[in-house]
């Protein structure tokens, strides 16, 4: 009787669906699967869009508690690319970002708020022109599972805008902001 007991319950406990735990992920700079973009106003006529291309990071998320997820990033100001060498040059200059005095940015989320439907707000600080500010990426889970490599990715978009003044940044004209568009796909650890 003892034996069937422990066969019917361990029988049943493998029929449950598992449960999901928090898993750690290394953001695919390497396979281009990630991206940190920014679009900006030109003197209120146009926009100049463009992204960095060096950076790296990891997140960890669990979707049955969104409370315990996390990310870090780090980003390199050095690569700057608008698709302009001259503007990028000067964006990069001291008149700007000073990329040659703070060559990193620095994001570390401090709290995830699941807002239902795979909406997250994700709270953090980040450090940018020698600055610590206090931001908040309004993210959407896009998906997770297996690869065909065999490995397991999870994949977010999120947005942000960033007031330049608050990292003491120069405005030209109206460019008191600039818009930023994360892409952020990461292979299980």
């Known amino acids: 009787m003892k034996k069937s007991l422990f066969a019917t319950g361990l029988a049943f406990a493998m029929a449950l669906p598992f449960t999901a735990n928090a898993a750690d992920y290394v953001i695919d700079t390497k396979g281009a699967h990630a991206s940190i973009n920014f679009k900006v ?4 006529y146009s926009f100049i869009k463009g ?31 608008s ?11 001291s008149d700007f970002i000073d990329a040659s005095k703070f060559s ?9 708020v699941d807002k239902g439907d ?11 022109h ?7 990426i309004a993210a959407e889970f896009i998906g997770a599972g297996q690869d065909p490599w065999g490995g397991e990715r999870a994949g977010f978009i999120g947005t942000t805008r960033l007031e330049l003044k608050d990292f003491d940044i120069q405005v030209m004209g109206s460019s008191s902001y600039v818009d930023m568009e994360l892409h952020v796909e990461g292979i299980k650890k």
């Not at 020698?130 to 908040?136: N, R, S």
């Open 41 to 44: 106003s030109h003197l209120g």
């Open 51 to 81: 992204r960095f291309n060096t950076f790296d990071g990891e997140f960890s998320y669990d979707p049955a508690n969104v409370a315990d997820s996390s990310v870090t990033v780090n980003v390199d100001t050095r690569s700057l690319d």
């Open 83 to 93: 698709n302009h060498a001259e503007r990028d040059k000067h964006i990069r200059s």
């Open 104 to 112: 990193t940015a620095t994001f570390t989320s401090t709290k995830v």
């Open 118 to 128: 795979g909406q997250l707000d994700v709270m953090g600080d980040l450090t940018l």
């Open 130 to 136: 020698g600055q610590t500010k206090p931001i908040t």
